[in-house]
């Protein structure tokens, strides 16, 4: 009607952060994946690494082939440039891999990575990092789970603290991240958008992030993580760290207040 592309013109009208959030809104889910971590890979690497080892096995090969199509190339080439050493083969592995994504668990082979971590960790001199990504990158979202308690259960620790220990870097934020996941999505955003509006100053870039990617995927279990574990409801939250046009759009995206 008015030949020009809309996206356009909002870039033209908008600024900052408001700006940022609206363009990031205008594509669909998979696409705001791939805008996200294509921007990412250029500099914040942690940002890139969230989306990835959040995002489940559907959801990452969905997202991998619009990003060829937005910037034509292949996600994986960008990691192996981007991206390096054990964190690098980290990424390249979970975005490989087809994963099981049912909830069905065996238990045996559940003990059986528990013991291989615990073999590759805390129970050696250095670490095994080819076993953790091994484990890590070819498990179900369940499987995992199941990993934990039997690790904890067998070994008197979590998983979560050995990985701590034994890594660092964003190798173990990567390791960390799919490990959160598995266990409770929710819970993870939950917590990294407290992370991002607590003490002073707020990290605008996460909240755009968070919210607006997942805003059509699982916010209201994110809303009611939130309240649970900070008894306090997040759009009162968001309400109170932003300002303007920028937090009436983050508001609308979380809907109702509760």
Not at 66 to 73: A, N, R
Not at 210 to 223: G, L, P, S
Request: include cysteine.
């Amino acid at each position: 009607m008015y030949s020009e592309e809309l996206n356009n013109r909002l870039s033209k009208e908008l600024s900052g952060d408001t700006k940022r959030a609206f363009l990031l809104w205008m594509h669909d889910p998979p696409g705001r994946d791939a805008t996200v971590v294509r921007q990412a890979l250029s500099g914040d690497l942690r940002a890139a690494t969230e989306v990835i080892c959040s995002r489940t096995p559907s959801q990452i090969q969905y997202f991998k082939q619009i990003y060829y199509t937005m910037y034509g190339v292949y996600l994986e080439q960008d990691i192996e440039s981007r991206a390096s050493d054990d964190h690098k083969k980290l990424l390249l592995s979970y975005v490989r891999t087809i994963r099981y994504e049912g909830p069905e668990v065996d238990s045996v082979m559940a003990e059986r990575d528990a013991k291989a971590l615990y073999k590759a960790g805390e129970n050696r001199w250095g670490t095994d990092e080819k076993t953790f990504i091994r484990i890590f990158c070819e498990s179900s979202s369940a499987h995992l789970a199941a990993v934990s308690y039997a690790y904890q259960s067998k070994y008197k620790n979590k998983l979560k603290k050995a990985v701590k220990s034994e890594t660092s870097g964003l190798f173990r934020f990567a390791l960390l991240t799919i490990l959160r996941c598995a266990k409770n999505p929710a819970r993870y955003f939950a917590k990294q958008l407290h992370k991002a509006m607590k003490g002073l100053g707020t990290n605008d870039a996460t909240l755009i992030r968070i919210i607006i990617t997942r805003a059509e995927i699982d916010m209201q279990y994110i809303k009611a993580e939130y309240r649970k574990k900070y008894k306090k409801c997040l759009n009162d939250a968001v309400y109170s760290e932003t300002s303007g046009n920028y937090r009436t759009f983050l508001l609308d995206l979380l809907g109702p207040n509760y």
